[in-house]
T-cell receptor, first 113, second 111 residues
Framework: GNSVTQMEGPVTLSEEAFLTINCTYT??????LFWYVQYPGEGLQLLLK?????DKGSNKGFEATYRKETTSFHLEKGSVQVSDSAVYFC????????????FGTGTQLKVEL | NAGVTQTPKFQVLKTGQSMTLQCAQD?????MYWYRQDPGMGLRLIYY???????DKGEVPNGYNVSRLNKREFSLRLESAAPSQTSVYFC??????????FGPGTRLTVL
């Protein structure tokens, strides 16, 4: 079956540091890939997505590239802010899977001044 | 447009009590979902409804029932709550594409 593996958290960074959160997946064919963000006390929001190999999703300074050869979709940001503190979830969608998403376990990011 | 709304926001139950979590969306989406979120486990799908009139089990359906009341509403019922059902519950919806929109969640504690 499908699965998503994310790096363990929490990740603690200083403001303006470079961020990478690793995500790898297992799926047949060509799934769509997503990053969702959950701010404290809120539901999940879509951050970015990529629907085919070599696509780059981007939003709010975050980027992730769909790498079919390494089955990865790592999240990056060049300069994090305190306001980026949240939990980040990698997810995949596979056609024919009942329109369902498969989520990773989430990575908590804490950004300090 | 309120998006996806959930009620209640917080609930405390005693073991054996029952309750229904309500979810509604005003985006004319076809599919709706119930997830639970537990520390270190990510989000796990409980039940989903691909379209009005249909419901299917997800990854962790035991102890829950659902009703797709109409296109807008999808409720989750706990018939006899257990401490293992202490969790944060999220409802989500989407149209034909794969982006899901989430509600703010219900924090449930079962004593």
């Amino acid at each position: 079956g499908n699965s998503v593996t994310q790096m363990e958290g929490p990740v603690t960074l200083s403001e303006e540091a470079f961020l990478t959160i690793n995500c790898t997946y297992t799926a047949t064919g060509y799934p769509s890939l997503f990053w969702y963000v959950q701010y404290p006390g809120e539901g999940l929001q879509l951050l970015l997505k990529a629907t085919k190999a070599d696509d780059k999703g981007s939003n709010k300074g975050f980027e992730a590239t769909y790498r079919k050869e390494t089955t990865s979709f790592h999240l990056e940001k060049g300069s994090v802010q305190v306001s980026d503190s949240a939990v980040y979830f990698c997810a995949l969608y596979q056609t024919g899977g009942g329109n369902k998403l498969t989520f990773g376990t989430g990575t908590q990011l804490k950004v300090e001044l | 447009n309120a998006g996806v709304t959930q009620t209640p926001k917080f609930q405390v139950l005693k073991t054996g009590q029952s309750m229904t979590l309500q979810c509604a969306q005003d985006m004319n989406h076809n599919s709706m979902y119930w997830y639970r979120q537990d520390p270190g486990m990510g989000l796990r799908l409980i039940y989903y409804s691909a379209s009005e009139g249909t419901t299917d089990k997800g990854e962790v359906p035991n102890g829950y029932n659902v009703s797709r009341l109409n296109k807008r509403e999808f409720s989750l019922r706990l018939e006899s709550a257990a401490p293992s059902q202490t969790s944060v519950y999220f409802c989500a919806s989407n149209l034909y594409n794969n982006e899901q929109f989430f509600g703010p969640g219900t924090r449930l504690t079962v004593l």
